[in-house]
């Protein structure tokens, strides 16, 4: 497929070559054991070269593409690493309008989409009942006949496919019409309509206005979860971070809500309003600034259960702010009711235009997008046998809409359905043929972030299957039309992009840059018929005992990410809950029903039930339950087989008032069963205990210079950095502690003749900016080769002992972490603060935890093999060559930072084996991949330093400031981590390290560690009359 | 009693170092200094080198740039090989002769498969070895690989086991004896460049 190879990369000619990344993969694995040499034994290994040289790229060095992300509609801009022919890490395009260089853990974790290893690797037809493996020309013959035969019903012929934005959407319009085929439906259930919608009839036609968080003083969000899943999550992050560094000066944030999301949880004050709630506050604000609504906050806390008084604040703040930001994103019925007030609310509070701008929409959340309202006429279409023909792209809406709905029922009467799924998943499994299309990183394709500008998206490797771009595929069956052909005068979608795109020179200028000026034509279709199935009664007139709460998973979405093990590994945010569904419960009513953590309870509404264990949760309602969407898979790959349960199943079809799905609905009610499992966390504790590790500061008392109390430990008194964040002692390897020769030097004399002494590579991370979303995370597993743990056949063996299901090996999703032996070199820990009580009035702190690097290392001093140690440059080092395993290491560090490799999660010879063919595929060259009984942690990204420092090297030079830093700060979408050298003041980070809110974790244990807090600036409310504190931050 | 204690732990001791002994006996420090498998072509470096004189760069073309050394593209071979055939004529008071590899090359081209070579010099995954950083601070290829335009199969010069890499790193490279090592008289420059020392923590390559 000559078509889908980008220009810089080379491809070997004709067909019967062996593929490049074939024979590259014997290079880059090189495990091909031929035959035994001499009387050694050791293996012979392969060296395979190229054919042909490919011209651009230099063999051990990356090539960076450009592209676009995909794996939500907000279509970010990337940089994808390859080295060798293969994507090994996906960063944000630092130039790019939208996420300017930050990425998401989902978007980190696309390459493991690529990478999948349950991907087709052929078509699929069905034959005798299952989906067998066929070629290409029999799966198109086949479509083509089947095609032929639909046309008859042509108007009945469904195509879903994914919300997006580009050229890509319209092309498949132009194609489904040159056939007599309606418009496709654009399905996407993790789209808040309701806001879309609203916004729309009161914007003038913009869905998605930009917000600017770094204006408002005050900033309402009715359940708008803008940090994780609501809207463009990373630019609102940018913004929200942004917004928080001003620290004294930073906006006040409330959240409104049943439950407290991440984005609750970075809020200064959580107003528990009950589920359904909203739309009488907003009203009743409205009424009191004298703007329309109606009903009296009195009547409103009533309803929402809260204290009036905490309503007459809000009331009295948002009237007060200079600016404000309200934000809706409520999942009710009348969520569509509760965006449209909120939207009133903001004009009439002046916000339009200054922190609500309509004028700089986002343009990928735009276009017509389906919900569960459209798709109930498809489904009744379905059912009547009407559908001859259906197709379904990228959406999985056998998984992502309620049970109640049958869509799976209904999907299964249409005679001949196809998908282009390139996994396996619930949708998929029940088609007649899969056309497995390219992944994204493997396809042509374009996206709008923003008006005038044109993301351009690019295959930045071979494909690792014999798949097909789909619209190679679509192109390719109306070329063979006589009737169509001159319709399509094109042979592949580039050209078709590059046509519409200006031309061939026009495109290959912009791809270095992977933005283009322009716009992509826009859908002529109009939104689909919307048909909606029995809107539910309000919660507070229906039956039961408990407010049901089901919200977006923010790791896995509508389910889409539960078959990638990195997202299934990375803990929740906020319950810090992996590989596993939990129904959260307020501890107080659990209490009362005597329920305790990881009990099993059965949850059920009159659309269903599901059985899952309870998870005591502070921040949801004492009269709600909450459960995440995107676990329950049934046909989804390894991964995502037998792990947890899908929430949707206690649901109706009940739309949200503009077609999406109303996810807070329905009563419940609880019945605790007798079953009880571990919850599979990775959290500790929940509280500091005094110990200080997430520090905060108020803002009037950072104004004052006065700082936070926590409890004092004895030990020696803390001494003072020598300069440069160096240690004045070092408990080092050497063994000599407390000599006075010894005193200022690690393994080796500062003043080595190297001259690295002079470097000390430390890091600061800024609580104020941190939002606990866990990007960081992936990004670090995806960087240094980070095996997960969790998957069902990586528990350890049990044998002897009976197990449940006979096998003899400890299959529970996370029964290693359950053991605490996950291998998150960096974790996010999250505290609460205050709430002891049940109450709402409790504050959570973020704090990314990692290898500190320490000046005077506890690890240090108790290796019996020198495998770990202090390097000039400031680096605690860990050489997996001489580690044999002792863990004292691990058993000294006050961090807890030192993760051992359990099972030989790198060797892949064993069932613990953490990257089955092709996720191996994605491994940093650059980075020792681990085996079996070595201790492993953050490393500062060394292979980063290395790299800058040969490059600097080969270019003469010495390192620059902020020529490069390590794969956490690079993807942190709050800016929160910094990087650099703290010997050097040119460097950024280098200037923070004598912040007013720097401290360390543990000072008083004396470890001189090279990461920086500073610490979170919270902003408790002030009395509208109080005078601020006179005097400066220092 | 106290003593009597610290004696008992002596058999200890004496255990884990035979034990230790045994086990570095089987399976240690090994290395494959010398060997030089049969190749599927047998490819001389010497007609290359020696007679023809094309530099070490020329094949190997990413050495000064990459940590990899890079191995020459098939099509890098043809490049020369496609006008230099198999059919040697008589010249220069030689017979004509015909070369069994050259038409092994050709069969690999002709057939689009890359050659399999047989890996001889192979570091473990936990050392990180820059090319670059190496040519480019003057070593002599030689140096490490041996004379490796006068070898008709290539073998395995050094051991490559870390002190033989630390003997370099720490006691520094001269350049005079790159040079002899190559095979080739030092210029006065050489003689008189001063040595290279390395940094040798742990940290530089293993990561």
């Known amino acids: 497929m000559p078509n889908d190879a980008t220009e810089p990369m080379s491809r070997t000619d004709g067909t019967t070559a062996v593929r490049r990344r074939e024979f590259l993969k014997v290079l880059g694995a090189s495990t091909a054991a031929a035959t035994a040499v001499g009387c050694t034994n050791e293996h012979v290994e392969q060296l395979i070269p190229y054919l042909t040289s490919p011209d651009n790229t230099v063999p051990g060095v990356s090539t960076y593409f450009a592209t676009t992300c995909r794996e939500c509609a907000t279509a970010c ?65 086949t479509l083509t006949q089947r095609i032929a035969g639909a046309r008859a019903q042509g108007q009945n012929v469904v195509f879903i496919n994914q919300a997006e934005s580009g050229s890509f959407p319209s092309f498949i319009d132009s194609w489904l019409g040159a056939f007599g085929f309606p418009a496709h439906i654009a399905y996407d259930a993790e789209v808040d309509l309701a806001a879309r919608e609203a916004n729309r009839q009161q914007y003038g036609g913009v869905q998605a206005p930009t917000y600017d968080f770094a204006a408002a003083k005050l900033i309402v969000s009715f359940g708008a979860d803008f940090l994780e899943t609501w809207g463009a999550s990373v630019p609102q992050q940018l ?250 005068p094109v042979a592949t979608y580039r050209e078709w992009l ?263 590579w430390a890091m600061t991370i800024d609580l104020a ?105 400031g680096l605690n080092i860990q050489v997996y060559n001489r580690c044999v395993g002792t863990r004292y290491c691990s058993n000294a560090c006050p961090y807890k930072v030192r993760y051992f490799n359990w099972h030989g999660f790198g060797v892949p010879a064993r069932r613990q084996y953490a990257f089955p063919e092709p996720l191996n595929w994605q491994l940093n060259p650059d980075v020792t991949v681990r085996g079996l009984g070595v201790m492993e942690k953050c490393t500062f990204c060394v292979q980063r330093i290395r790299e800058a420092e040969n490059r600097a090297t080969l270019e003469k030079r010495e390192v620059a400031p902020d020529e490069f830093t390590v794969a956490c700060a690079q993807a942190c979408p709050s800016r929160a981590i910094l990087f650099g050298d703290a010997a050097d003041e040119r460097w950024t980070m280098a200037k923070t390290v004598q912040d007013a809110r720097r401290y360390h974790v543990f000072e008083e244990l004396n470890t001189y560690t090279a990461v920086v807090y500073l610490k979170k600036v919270t902003h408790p409310r002030e009395e509208p009359n109080a005078a601020r504190p006179a005097g400066g931050a220092e | 009693m106290r003593l009597s204690r610290n004696w008992a732990i002596v058999p200890g001791f004496f255990a884990i170092a035979i034990a230790a002994a045994i086990l570095s006996a089987y399976s240690g420090a090994s290395s494959s200094q010398g060997v030089a498998p049969e190749q599927p072509i047998n490819f001389p470096h010497p007609v290359h080198v020696q007679t023809l004189g094309m530099n070490c760069l020329y094949c190997h073309y990413s050495a000064n740039k990459s940590p990899d050394p890079g191995m020459p593209a098939v099509g890098t071979c043809m490049g020369c090989h496609t006008i230099i055939g198999p059919q040697r004529p008589a010249r220069d008071s030689q017979p004509a002769r015909t070369s069994e590899e050259i038409k092994k090359l050709q069969d690999y081209s002709a057939k689009k498969q890359p050659i399999p070579w047989i890996r001889i010099h192979k570091l473990p995954e936990y050392v990180h070895f820059p090319h670059m950083r190496h040519v480019n601070a003057g070593v002599t290829c030689q140096t490490c690989h041996g004379k490796i335009q006068e070898m008709a199969r290539v073998g395995q010069f050094a051991s490559l086991n870390m002190g033989w890499c630390l003997n370099c790193h720490v006691n520094g490279y001269n350049a005079a004896d790159g040079m002899r090592a190559a095979g080739y008289e030092p210029t006065p420059a050489d003689t008189a460049a001063p040595i290279k020392k390395a940094r040798y923590d742990c940290g530089v390559c293993h990561y």
């Open chain 1, 239 to 488: 913004a929200f971070g942004d917004a928080r560094a001003a620290l004294a000066d930073a906006p006040r944030f409330i959240y409104i809500g049943p439950r407290r999301s991440l984005t609750g949880l970075n809020a200064d004050d959580w107003i528990p309003a009950r589920a359904g709630s909203e739309l009488g506050i907003v009203n009743a604000l409205l009424a009191a600034s004298g703007a329309g609504g109606s009903g009296t906050l009195a009547a409103a806390a009533q309803a929402a259960g809260v204290e009036p008084a905490v309503l007459e604040r809000l009331s009295t703040d948002l009237r007060a702010a200079t600016s404000s930001l309200v934000l809706a994103g409520t999942t009710g019925p009348d969520a569509f009711q509760v965006a449209a007030a909120v939207n009133t609310l903001n004009r009439s509070l002046g916000n339009e235009g200054k922190t609500v701008k309509p004028a700089e929409p986002i343009a990928s959340l735009a276009g017509p997008v389906a919900g569960v309202a459209h798709l109930a006429p498809v489904i009744a279409r379905m059912n009547s046998g009407a559908v001859p023909l259906a197709f379904v792209r990228g959406a999985n809406p056998a998984h992502t809409t309620p049970k109640q709905m049958q869509f799976a029922t209904a999907f299964a009467k249409v005679p001949f359905k196809v998908s282009f799924s390139s996994v396996p998943d619930e949708t998929t499994l029940l088609c007649d043929l899969v056309l497995p299309d390219h992944h994204s990183l493997e396809s042509w394709g374009d996206a709008q972030p923003v008006p005038g500008t044109v993301g351009l998206q690019q295959p930045v490797m071979e494909p690792v299957f014999t798949t097909r771009a789909t619209a190679d595929v679509l192109l390719g069956i109306a070329r063979a039309d006589a009737t169509l052909a001159s319709r399509f």
């Open chain 1, 498 to 760: 590059t046509a519409r795109l200006g031309g061939p020179a026009a495109l290959t200028a912009a791809l270095p840059s992977g933005m283009i000026a322009g716009a992509v034509e826009a859908r002529t279709a109009t939104a689909p018929e919307s048909d909606a199935p029995g809107e539910t009664a309000p919660l507070a007139s229906q039956t039961g005992d408990f407010d049901l709460v089901v919200y977006l998973s923010p790791t896995l979405g509508d389910g889409r990410g539960a078959n990638k093990p990195w997202l299934q590994e990375l803990p929740d945010p906020v319950t810090k809950i992996c590989w596993q569904s939990v129904v959260e419960i307020h501890p107080l009513t659990a209490g009362r029903l005597r329920i305790k953590p990881g009990d099993h309870v059965t949850v059920t509404t009159s659309a269903g039930t599901v059985t899952a264990p309870a998870y005591l949760y502070l921040g949801v309602r004492q009269d709600t339950v909450a459960i995440a969407t995107g676990q329950g898979h049934t046909g989804y790959g390894r991964y995502a087989e037998r792990v947890g349960v899908n929430a949707l199943d206690l649901l109706t079809g009940s739309p949200n008032g503009s077609g999406g799905l109303a996810l807070t609905q329905l009563k419940a009610s609880l019945t605790k069963t007798t079953d009880r499992s571990m919850l599979v966390s990775t959290e500790g504790s929940a509280r500091q205990h005094g110990r200080g590790v997430a520090q905060a500061v108020t803002a009037a008392d950072l104004l004052a210079g006065r700082s936070e109390e926590h409890e004092a430990f004895p030990g020696d008194k803390p001494h003072e950095f020598l300069p440069g964040l160096k240690s004045p002692v070092a408990s080092d390897a050497i063994g000599d502690l407390g000599k006075n020769e010894h005193k200022e030097q690690g393994m080796y004399k500062p003043d080595h003749w190297s001259g690295m002494a002079k470097r000390r």
């Open chain 1, 769 to 873: 900016r941190c939002t606990g979303c866990s990007a960081c995370v992936t990004a670090c597993y995806a960087e240094n080769n980070i095996p997960t743990v969790g998957a069902r056949w990586q528990g350890r063996s049990l044998r002897p002992f009976h197990t449940s299901d006979g096998s003899g090996w400890d299959t529970r999703p996370g029964a290693n972490i359950l053991k605490g032996r996950e291998m998150a070199w960096l974790r996010i820990e999250r505290y609460f603060e205050g709430g002891e009580d049940g109450s709402s009035e409790f504050e959570a702190r973020f704090a990314p935890m990692l290898c500190q690097h320490c000046g005077n290392a506890p690890c240090e001093s108790v290796c019996p093999v020198f495998a770990t140690y202090h390097a000039p440059d």
């Open chain 1, 77 to 141: 801009g990337v940089i994808a690493e390859v080295r060798d022919g293969r994507a090994i890490k996906l960063e944000g395009n630092p130039d790019h309008p939208l996420n300017h260089g930050a990425l998401c853990a989902r978007g980190q974790s696309a390459l493991q989409g690529l990478y999948n290893p349950d991907r087709f690797r052929t078509p699929m037809l069905r034959q005798n009942g299952s989906l067998t493996p066929t070629t290409w020309e029999t799966a198109i013959t």
